[in-house]
């Protein structure tokens, strides 16, 4: 039987970039989920919490600091990604609990060594390769 794998959330609202990165992640052995509303990615949490959430910051309602400060309770690896940077951004998102903090366009070796390091402390996790 298979293990299961790691299942990532992507949560950006420019479809195109949660595209792009479903594709990356699926290439590197991840489970992938896509959302582009926080409000869906908050919903589909009750079903089931992924084991590392990328998370754009710069949203329409609610934007990715609240969406930081609803999880931060669930122990959940956030890793934020903005095509903004502003002076504070990333002391805040480790302030709020976030794992780290990688600015558009993403190094994808970077970011895939961040994940792997995410979800070997999610609650739960598989790692890939366990």
């Known amino acids: 039987m298979d293990e299961p794998r790691p299942l990532i959330a992507v949560l950006d609202d420019?479809?195109?970039f949660c595209k792009a990165?479903?594709?990356l992640l699926k290439t590197h052995g991840l489970d992938v989920?896509?959302?582009t509303r926080g409000d869906e990615f908050l919903?589909?949490?009750g079903s089931r919490l992924p084991d590392c959430l990328l998370l754009d910051l710069h949203m329409p309602d609610p934007n990715g600091f609240e969406i930081l400060e609803r999880v931060a309770t669930r122990h959940l690896p956030v890793l934020a990604i903005?095509?903004?940077?502003?002076p504070g951004n990333a002391e805040r998102v480790r302030a709020l609990?976030?794992?780290?903090y990688f600015l558009k366009p993403v190094n994808e070796?970077?970011?895939?060594?961040?994940?792997r390091a995410a979800i070997k402390h999610s609650p739960g996790a598989i790692a890939p390769g366990e």
Do not use: K, S
């Not at 903005?82 to 502003?86: A, F, I, L």
């Not at 070796?109 to 994940?115: C, K, M, S, V």
């Open 109 to 115: 070796t970077q970011l895939l060594n961040a994940i």
């Open 82 to 86: 903005t095509g903004h940077d502003q």
């Open 97 to 100: 609990g976030g794992r780290d």
């Open 43 to 45: 919903a589909a949490c």
């Open 33 to 35: 989920v896509t959302f």
């Open 21 to 23: 990165l479903a594709r």
């Open 14 to 16: 420019e479809p195109q």
